[in-house]
């Protein structure tokens, strides 16, 4: 954000009317707004890309055997908090969805740099697990 701040130096603002120098201030306000929001979108789509994989290498290890014992309901047997099969499936696309927002929002500002790569890009279409590997 301290990049889009320099858009317009200061010495430049300070020589100008005081209407120019808000109308300038605004301009400078509305470009750290946008270049936080941009690397927002890039940081998301690695924040979501990177729990996403670990989710679904989770499905697809499945140690507590959730898709056998707890396809949709907890299983007494299982330790607190594990949860299901298919609620793990609904939270992986929730966090796919996650991801695919950020990175269409990221391109349509057509920005360049952070580059998202390609695998997060394919990770974002990923088909989701239908039962573990086998064991």
Request: charged share 25%.
């Amino acid at each position: 954000m301290d990049d889009a701040v320099k858009v317009i130096p200061s010495a430049l603002v300070n020589n100008q009317p005081a209407v120019v120098k808000r109308m300038m201030l605004v301009v400078n306000l509305k470009v750290a707004i946008i270049t936080y929001y941009v690397k927002g979108y890039a940081d998301k789509a690695y924040l979501d890309g990177g729990i996403l994989a670990e989710r679904l290498k989770d499905l697809s290890i499945d140690k507590l055997n959730l898709f056998n014992i707890a396809k949709s309901v907890p299983h007494p047997s299982l330790p607190k908090g594990s949860g299901t099969w298919n609620g793990h499936i609904h939270q992986a696309e929730g966090r796919q969805r996650g991801l695919r927002f950020a990175i269409t929002a990221y391109d349509k500002e057509k920005y360049k740099s952070p580059k998202i790569p390609k695998a997060l890009q394919e990770l974002s279409y990923a088909k989701m697990p239908v039962k573990p590997k086998k064991r």
